[in-house]
């Protein structure tokens, strides 16, 4: 069973980098067909995308968050990381990470597996 | 900018039947875009329901169903329950960018 948990401080302040780690459990984060992700939502309302990565390298990150986002893979830790720049009070969010299954002989595209979510407040 | 069109709010009678959508505003959806669906309770996080249109994920109910009808896709529940009463989002692949529906809250009463 794929396990998925995010881990990071609680609280950041605005204009500093908002850091989180998902640590995967269950499978190797080298496996293939499938993109690391976040995903987050802001309190009472929807879900956004944030970005997502190969093991091997391709990033792919949503064009509203792109110059701010970092998604990176530690493939020795078996974990995932994602960086979030210049932060204010609009990016307080419940972050998840999530497994995104886009196939590999066959093609899929869907969020597989979900991280139950941290909650990150953006405050001085 | 494209976006992905969903009704805010849905209501339903137990034991009814609900055809929640997903759009786009910038044409029809069809299934090279991999539409796929997620169930959001308060204070969990998302629960897959569908994906690449029309396949169940494990372990879900088979009175929820996925098709294309016209243009968007939908997403059916077949005698709804009360513990379907939840959030819904519509997901779509759009050449290796993630687009996310605002999400519809579905009543059950």
């Known amino acids: 069973q794929v396990r998925l948990q995010e881990s990071g401080p609680g609280l950041v302040k605005p204009s500093q980098t908002l850091s989180l780690t998902c640590t995967v459990s269950?499978?190797?984060?080298?496996?293939?067909?499938?993109?690391w992700s976040w995903i987050r939502q802001p309190p009472g309302k929807g879900l956004e995308w944030i970005g997502y990565?190969?093991?091997?390298?391709?990033?792919y990150y949503n064009p509203s968050l792109k110059s701010r986002v970092t998604i990176s893979v530690d493939t020795s830790k078996n974990q995932f990381s994602l960086k979030l720049s210049s932060v204010t009070a609009a990016d307080t969010a419940v972050y998840y990470c999530?497994?995104?299954?886009?196939?590999?002989?066959?093609?899929?595209?869907?969020?597989?597996?979900w991280g139950q979510g941290t909650l990150v407040t953006v405050s001085s | 900018q494209t976006v992905v069109t969903q009704e805010p709010s849905f209501s339903v009678s137990p034991g009814g039947t609900v055809t929640l959508t997903c759009g786009l505003n910038s044409g029809p959806v069809s299934t090279s875009y991999f539409p796929s669906w997620y169930q959001q309770k308060p204070g969990q996080a998302p629960r897959t329901l569908i994906y690449r249109t029309n396949t169940r994920s494990s372990g879900v109910p088979d009175r929820f169903s996925g098709s294309i009808l016209g243009n968007k896709a939908a997403l059916t529940i077949t005698g709804a329950q009360a513990d379907d009463e939840a959030d819904y989002y519509c997901v779509l692949y759009l050449s290796s960018v993630i687009l996310i529906g605002g999400g519809t809250k579905l009543t059950v009463l």
């Open positions: 990565m190969y093991y091997s390298g391709s990033t």
């Open positions: 999530a497994r995104y299954y886009y196939g590999s002989r066959n093609f899929y595209n869907y969020f597989q597996h």
């Open positions: 269950g499978d190797s984060i080298s496996s293939d067909g499938y993109y």
